[in-house]
């Protein structure tokens, strides 16, 4: 199953594709299943309709958990790193793993949660909230995780959307200097979310809390004291696993849907390849991946991932900046971290701050590096590669998506050749490519257009929580037969594939995914906007920064507190990661005849690309231009 040579991945790539069912089956048959699957895989992208591994039966716990206790009982599963860096780590093993989660499941149970009721986590990086995410999986309840830095009513909006029961929390979370009472978000959330029954909630941070008697319990007084041991509840193959709610380009975010089979499959096939870790009862490889839980890759590559691998991972409640610049290499160090997978935004932000920060640590247990979340540019593969990897450990760059559930286009560390800025090639099963806007394929080499993806691999998405035809709008319907990305890419006279970035209306700003839709209705909430449009622009550490054009009455004078209000108005409506960079205000909007605004004027604006807007003739008003451009910020 572990690809070590380039020639094994070109003999593993052909199997994959001229046999995709023999080759997956294969792969699956190393899990632990209650009983097989009848058929690997029904599928058509049309309605969509995708079922691997049908008429399986497991438990994804027992093969991230229980299948490991015979020989790796006292092997870490986790050691947990404080934001503080006074506060001692945490070292959670297999078995402790096996108890925690145990614990939870039938605290869980005892509020009368069942298979297929929704969970709500909004917790920080601590170990509970793993704890939290496979106590759901351990009986059958559907989690949806999200990110603690959303706002009360983004909050809100999640959990109503998947009618959650549950949710599980803390008093508060440290981020860096700063400490966010949660709870008060969740108190807040809850005042438009009746559907909520229960709040279990951690004590983290002892932020004083506003307990309600009806609904409130304190982890600390039920949970140790439940059993240690909690039977896996049987689950189908394509019995839901967990919601994930990202943003699309139009409307609210979706809940991207993933289930248990192909997910267990794909997560852990991708983990050992990709970063070919060495996972043995004795090893000493230790895995970090800085990302948050909130997102798919905490899902993916801190929680399911490495545990269904049997790997030994850090977790890190803190931020790379705190309390200093060097915070990611003294972990490095502290904890001989082996193979470490960040994001691009955080490379180029340690960057900016220079090498001091680097210089004191050792860095010399690195051995493989990786880099998630949006496109890394020559410049930070670099400075990564030499200043983090001194030239010596493979740096991988993962390309994939909440929706792919797993990496679909990476180098596989050491075994296949990098490139900077290059995602390379695609995993094994992975069928990508390129159309142009009318979907007529592109064929060859040294060719740029849409990434698409043509047959299905264990993890894709399966639905949008409540509202299939959106994912089927989103996904399967630009070019008929094919998974769309949304991603602009290149393949090089190699076949490398190198991503470009999004194609539609979301952003990617330090690597979260933010629809321009979404903050554009933030916006307007403020009682004095007429109208908005956001675009992003390029930013120098955030990847991409967002900029808002807003039409507000000429009675509002006072521009620098419309602005204030504006940001304070996103941060309460998403959260403060939405905060756009710059605000222009504008008497109007670039708009056609038919009333659409020209997004790419706008974008190109932001951009400072002020030569290339093209034709602008057939604007409604074309002078709106002039004036947008004069502003520009
Ligand atoms: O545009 C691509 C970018 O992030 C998008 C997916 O965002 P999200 O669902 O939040 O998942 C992020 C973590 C997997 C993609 O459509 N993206 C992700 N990884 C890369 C990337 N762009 C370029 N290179 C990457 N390695």
């Not at 009721?117 to 106590?135: G, H, K, N, Q, S």
């Not at 120098?540 to 004078?557: E, N």
């Amino acid at each position: 199953m572990i690809i070590s040579t380039f020639e094994e991945y070109n003999a593993t790539y052909k199997k994959s594709v001229d046999k995709p069912e023999d080759f997956w089956s294969e792969i699956a048959s190393e899990f632990y299943w209650q009983k097989k699957w009848d058929k690997v895989l029904d599928w058509n992208f049309d309605e969509p309709n995708i079922k691997w591994f049908i008429n399986g039966k497991f438990n994804i716990t027992e093969n991230a958990i229980d299948r490991h206790l015979p020989e790796k009982a006292n092997k870490t599963a986790f050691i947990w790193e404080a934001n503080s860096i006074d506060a001692n780590h945490r070292v959670i093993t297999y078995q402790n793993l096996h108890d925690e989660v145990c614990k939870v499941a039938n605290t869980l149970k005892s509020f009368g949660t069942k298979k297929g009721d929704r969970v709500c986590i909004y917790m920080p990086m601590i170990p509970e909230t793993i704890f939290a995410m496979l106590a759901c999986a351990r009986i059958g309840a559907i989690h949806s995780v999200v990110f603690a830095g959303f706002s009360s009513s983004a909050l809100a909006g999640r959990i109503q959307d998947s009618d959650c029961k549950i949710v599980l929390t803390t008093d508060g979370a440290c981020r860096g200097a700063k400490d966010i009472p949660i709870k008060a978000v969740v108190d807040e959330a809850l005042e438009t979310c009746p559907c909520v029954e229960k709040v279990l909630i951690y004590k983290h941070t002892n932020t004083p809390i506003t307990i309600n008697k009806a609904k409130d319990i304190i982890w600390q007084d039920v949970v140790p004291s439940a059993l240690s041991t909690c039977e896996a509840e049987l689950m189908d193959s394509e019995d839901v696993l967990f919601i994930l709610y990202t943003s699309g380009s139009t409307g609210k975010p979706k809940g991207v849907v993933h289930t248990c089979g192909g997910y267990m499959v794909y997560t852990c096939y991708t983990f050992k390849n990709v970063f070919q870790i060495n996972t043995g009862t004795d090893s000493k490889d230790l895995f970090w991946c800085t990302a948050d839980v909130g997102w798919i890759t905490g899902h993916s590559y801190i929680t399911y991932g490495p545990l269904l691998a049997g790997a030994s991972s850090v977790i890190f409640e803190g931020v790379p900046t705190f309390p200093d610049a060097g915070r990611f290499w003294k972990v490095v160090d502290k904890h001989k971290v082996t193979h470490f997978y960040t994001a691009p935004t955080a490379i180029r932000a340690l960057e900016a701050c220079g090498l001091d920060f680097v210089t004191p640590y050792k860095l010399d247990s690195l051995k493989v590096l990786g880099s998630v979340g949006e496109p890394i540019n020559e410049e930070a593969w670099h400075w990564y590669n030499n200043n983090i990897g001194k030239g010596k450990c493979p740096l991988v760059d993962t390309w994939w998506q909440t929706e792919t559930g797993g990496i679909l286009i990476s180098a596989l560390a050491g075994v296949t050749p990098t490139k900077p800025s290059f995602a390379t090639l695609p995993l094994p099963g992975i069928q990508p490519l390129l159309v142009d806007d009318k979907g007529n394929e592109l064929f060859g080499n040294n060719v740029e257009g849409n990434l698409c993806i043509r047959f299905p691999w264990p993890s894709i998405i399966r639905t949008t929580y409540g509202d299939h035809n959106r994912c089927k709008e989103a996904y399967f319907s630009t070019y008929k037969g094919l998974y769309f990305t949304g991603d602009g890419c290149r393949r090089d006279e190699n076949g490398f594939y190198r991503i470009t970035g999004r194609v539609d209306d979301v952003m990617n700003v330090s690597g979260h995914r933010i629809g321009t839709a979404e903050v554009e209705s933030a916006i307007n909430m403020h009682a004095d906007v007429v109208e908005s449009a956001v675009v992003a622009y390029p930013h120098d550490i955030k990847g991409q920064g967002i900029y808002a054009y807003v039409i507000v009455p000429s009675t509002t004078k006072n521009h620098d507190n419309l602005r204030k209000e504006i940001l304070a108005e996103v941060t309460k409506i998403i959260g403060p990661i939405a905060k756009p960079d710059k605000i222009q205000v504008v008497s109007g909007l670039p708009k056609t005849r038919s009333g659409k605004i020209m997004r790419r004027i706008l974008r190109k604006v932001a951009e400072g690309e002020l030569t290339s807007l093209g034709d602008t003739s057939t604007l409604l008003d074309p002078l709106v231009v002039d004036e947008i451009i004069k502003g520009r910020l």
